[in-house]
């Protein structure tokens, strides 16, 4: 019971020093996933493997709701559905940069660097398995590049 007690105690410290709360997260879902299906890198990758985006968003801020509040709606396994993604440290990069944009238009500033320190722990996550399943290990700094996602003119990640 104590656990649970730190626990509800812990959600609403941050709900009360950000002020997320579900309608935010719906807000900033859609309209992040709006730029994502936009930007010409990251579009493909997910127009390729989602097909129902009725049914994808709900998921999504079931996720970010378990992310930012701990609400524990979301239950999957994200780590899984993107091994097979065709993506390196450059669609992690983008990701990242239209995420904070994205938290900076919809959030108020202590909300946006909430989501933002979770997003890039994310997509730091990520990269380093797809990496290891992958077969490569990362040192400290390196990011995944995978040669055959090069395209002319395509500059490796930073």
């Known amino acids: 019971m104590e656990h649970e007690s730190r626990r509800a105690a812990l959600i609403q410290e941050v709900k009360e020093t950000t002020g997320i709360d579900e309608a935010m997260i719906k807000r900033l879902v859609d309209a992040f996933y709006v730029k994502v299906r936009r ?48 993506v390196d440290g450059r669609h992690f990069d983008r990701w990242l940069a239209l995420f904070e944009e994205t938290a900076d238009e919809v959030c108020p500033p202590a909300a946006a660097a909430h989501f933002i320190d979770r997003a890039r722990r994310i997509a730091q996550s990520l990269e380093l398995g797809i990496a290891g399943a992958s077969g490569v290990m990362l040192a400290r700094g390196e990011r995944l590049h995978r040669p055959e996602l090069d395209t002319p003119g395509t500059p490796r990640a930073a």
């Open 39 to 86: 930007d010409p890198m990251l579009g493909p990758v997910f127009e390729d493997r989602i097909d129902d985006w009725d049914r994808h968003l709900p998921r999504m801020y079931a996720f970010w709701s378990s992310v930012a509040l701990m609400s524990g709606r979301y239950s999957g396994q994200p780590m899984a559905k993107h091994m097979p993604l065709p």
